[in-house]
C-alpha cells in the first residue's frame, strides 16, 4: 500500500510544480527561483509524512469525501511543510549536502557563480523557502472536506509548524550550551518539537481530524507519534554517525561537525572517564574539526556504551509504539500499514546495530 502511495505522491508533486507555474507565472518571473525550488522538491524522499496524512484520513473516514487524487493533491501540503523546513534547517546549520545533492542555498551560489562568503544564497534560500511554505497552503485548499473539517485540520496544520519551529529555536538556544549542561530532558524536548511534531504526531492528527476523529483518537495519535518521532531521532542520529553519506544523503559525521548534541554524544561524553572527557569536550566544541578530529571523536563515542544505551532506547520505543498502534480505533488495513512503518525503522536499527559491530 505504501509504496503504490509514494509513486502517487511522488507523480502529484510533478504535476502541482507544473499547476503552479502555469497559475503563477514563477518560470517566467525567475527561471533561477522555478529551478531551485523544482529540483529540491522532487528529489527523491520516503514521503513518510504524506503517507501517515493519508492512511490517518482513510483509517478513520467513515465515507471518503474526497477523490483519491483530490486526498494525494491536499497531502502534499505535509511534504511541503517538510522541504520548507528543511531549507531554513540547511540554512541554520550551514549544511552543504540534502538527499545526496546540494543543499538549495548552496545550489543558488553555484548556478549564479558566486562564492557562499557573499550570503546571497542563503538570502535566496530563505525566500524559496518561504515560497514552498506557500505551496504547502495553496495544497491543503484543494481537498473537499466539509468546512467544519477543514477548518480543524487546517489548525492542526498551523499548530504543528508553530511548535516545529519552536523546537527549532530552543534547539538554536540550546546550542550555546557546552556538552556538559546539556541535559537528557531538553534534547528530549528539542526530539518531540523539531521531529515528532511534524514528522509523525502532526500528520497523523491533521489527516485524521480532516475525517472527523474524535480528541481521545487524537490524542493516541499524539502519543503514538511522540513515541515514533524520539525513535525515529535516537536512530537518525545514530545514521549519521555510523552510516555511510548514502544512506543519508548527508556528509559522513556531520551532526559532530555541527555541533548538534543528541543523546548519543550526550551519553557518549557521560560515560568517559574525566580525562577522556576533557579531551571529547575540547575536540567536539571546535568550530573548524579537521577530518582526523571526526574520526577520533568517533572513536570515543564507539568505545562507550552510548550507542548501546541508544539501541536499546530505540527498539523499547519501538515496541511501545506496536501497542500503541493496536489500541487505535482505526481502519486494520490502514493500521497495519502504519506497524509496517514501524518495522521498517526496527530493519534500519539492526543495520545500524551492524554496523556500530563492525
Known amino acids: 500500500m505504501t509504496g503504490k502511495l509514494k509513486k502517487d505522491i511522488d507523480r502529484e508533486i510533478k504535476v502541482f510544480l507544473a499547476d503552479i507555474d502555469k497559475k503563477y507565472g514563477l518560470r517566467r518571473i525567475s527561471p533561477l527561483l522555478s529551478y531551485g525550488i523544482n529540483d529540491f522538491l522532487m528529489r527523491p524522499g520516503k514521503r513518510i509524512r504524506p503517507i501517515l496524512f493519508i492512511l490517518a484520513y482513510k483509517g478513520y473516514s467513515e465515507k471518503s469525501n474526497i477523490?483519491?487524487?483530490?486526498?494525494?493533491?491536499t497531502s502534499l501540503s505535509i511534504e511541503f511543510l517538510h522541504d520548507f523546513l528543511l531549507i531554513h534547517d540547511d540554512i541554520i546549520d550551514r549544511s552543504e549536502l540534502r538527499r545526496g545533492r546540494l543543499a538549495l542555498h548552496k545550489l543558488f551560489d553555484q548556478k549564479l557563480g558566486i562564492?557562499?562568503?557573499?550570503?546571497?544564497?542563503?538570502?535566496?534560500?530563505i525566500v524559496a523557502g518561504d515560497?514552498?511554505?506557500?505551496f504547502a497552503i495553496e495544497s491543503f485548499l484543494a481537498c473537499g472536506e466539509t468546512p467544519m473539517k477543514k477548518e480543524k485540520a487546517l489548525k492542526e496544520l498551523i499548530g504543528t509548524t508553530i511548535l516545529t519551529g519552536t523546537g527549532e529555536f530552543i534547539d538554536i538556544t540550546g546550542g550555546l550550551k557546552s556538552i556538559d549542561r546539556i541535559s537528557?530532558?531538553?534534547i528530549f524536548d528539542i526530539y518531540a518539537l523539531k521531529t515528532a511534531k511534524y514528522t509523525f504526531e502532526g500528520p497523523m492528527r491533521i489527516g485524521a481530524a480532516l475525517a472527523g476523529a474524535k480528541t481521545p483518537e487524537l490524542n493516541k495519535l499524539s502519543r503514538l507519534g511522540g513515541i515514533l518521532g524520539r525513535a525515529f531521532q535516537v536512530l537518525d542520529d545514530m545514521l549519521d554517525i555510523f552510516m555511510s553519506s548514502k544512506n543519508t544523503g548527508k556528509p559522513v559525521l556531520s551532526d559532530l561537525s555541527e555541533l548538534k548534541k543528541t543523546l548519543l554524544v550526550r551519553e557518549a561524553y557521560h560515560r568517559l572517564d574525566k580525562a577522556s572527557a576533557r579531551i571529547f569536550k575540547r575536540l567536539f566544541e571546535k568550530k573548524?574539526?579537521?577530518?582526523?578530529?571526526?574520526?577520533?571523536l568517533k572513536k570515543m563515542i564507539t568505545g562507550t556504551e552510548a550507542p548501546r544505551y541508544c539501541l536499546n532506547m530505540v527498539n523499547a520505543l519501538l515496541d511501545e509504539a506496536g501497542k500503541a498502534i493496536s489500541k487505535l480505533k482505526m481502519k486494520k488495513e490502514?493500521?497495519?500499514?502504519i506497524a509496517s512503518l514501524?518495522?521498517?525503522?526496527?530493519?534500519?536499527?539492526?543495520?545500524?546495530?551492524q554496523?556500530?559491530?563492525?
Not at 67 to 73: A, K
Request: glycine share 10%; net charge positive; proline share 2%.
Open 355 to 358: 554496523s556500530v559491530r563492525d
Open 67 to 73: 477523490p483519491r487524487r483530490e486526498l494525494i493533491r
Open 342 to 353: 514501524v518495522e521498517d525503522l526496527r530493519t534500519k536499527t539492526g543495520e545500524v546495530e
Open 334 to 337: 490502514q493500521k497495519r500499514a
Open 288 to 296: 573548524k574539526k579537521t577530518k582526523h578530529d571526526l574520526e577520533r
Open 131 to 134: 515560497i514552498v511554505y506557500a
Open 115 to 125: 562564492s557562499s562568503a557573499a550570503g546571497i544564497g542563503i538570502g535566496l534560500g
Open 184 to 186: 537528557r530532558k531538553e
